[in-house]
């Protein structure tokens, strides 16, 4: 594995491992409630039913594969790189009675175990600020689909309307920090590093060309659908 692939990587596991027990509680106040709504988003653009198996990457503590589960009783392989985020994720299944529908497995979005077109669908949340090259990443999440299933993403987003964008930027730039520091060092650190990593991948990976690279990587009727004012961001299409 070269050093530039991990980079990203390593910042991720760095940032949200010690964080485990306390993440889905303070995303979604971080997030002033809004992550719950916009994990309902993604789940609903999914096809999937109980005999399907889906894959959820960058897993984390198994709030999109819990909501999969419930919403389309599939079976899900949740993927993520983080054994503390993992092992929450895993006590969070258990707590909800779901060991037999849902899976969680150590690995990277770069390399998924599975064969081409094996699963229904994919789900992704919050993963590609922390790839080194996300145009190769979404060629491998496609990679796994059978045709006419669904690929679906989840990240937070940039609003595009000047007034609004505003009144995000100053809440990422000073209320994230401020807010997170409330809590813990640790979340400080994540309200800054969100700071400056979701302007900075739209600068240089703005949303058309992820668009783009959805539909080379074999994926139509490509959409994309602004949520919270433009804060969060949902793309998903159908496995050509």
Do not use: K
């Not at 306390?22 to 609903?44: K, P």
């Not at 679906?152 to 609004?164: E, K, R, S």
Request: hydrophobic share 45%; proline share 5%.
């Amino acid at each position: 594995m070269t050093e530039t692939l991990r980079e990203p990587n390593e910042l991720a596991q760095e940032l949200f491992a010690p964080l485990a027990e306390t993440y889905d509680r303070y995303a979604f106040l971080l997030s002033l409630g809004q992550d719950a709504r916009w994990r309902r988003f993604l789940v609903e653009r999914v096809t999937a039913g109980p005999e399907d198996t889906v894959c959820d990457v960058a897993c984390g503590t198994a709030a999109i594969s819990l909501a999969l589960a419930r919403r389309h009783g599939c079976r899900i392989v949740g993927i993520d790189q983080s054994a503390p985020m993992l092992a929450e994720g895993r006590r969070r299944v258990e707590a909800a009675g779901l060991e037999d529908r849902i899976r969680l497995e150590e690995g990277r979005a770069e390399e998924l175990p599975f064969a081409d077109g094996e699963l229904a669908a994919l789900t992704s949340g919050y993963l590609l600020r922390y790839v080194e090259d996300p145009g190769t990443t979404i060629r491998e999440l496609v990679r796994v689909v059978r045709p006419g299933g669904t690929v679906a993403a989840l990240d937070f987003g940039v609003p595009p309307n000047p007034v609004t964008r505003a009144a995000w930027r100053a809440y990422v730039v000073v209320g994230l920090p401020f807010l997170g520091g409330l809590v813990s060092a640790g979340w400080r650190e994540v309200g800054r590093v969100l700071r400056d990593s979701i302007p900075s991948f739209y600068a240089r990976y703005p949303l058309e060309r992820q668009l783009a690279d959805w539909r080379a990587a074999g994926v139509y009727d490509v959409q994309a659908r602004r949520l919270s004012l433009g804060g969060g961001l949902v793309v998903w299409g159908t496995r050509a």
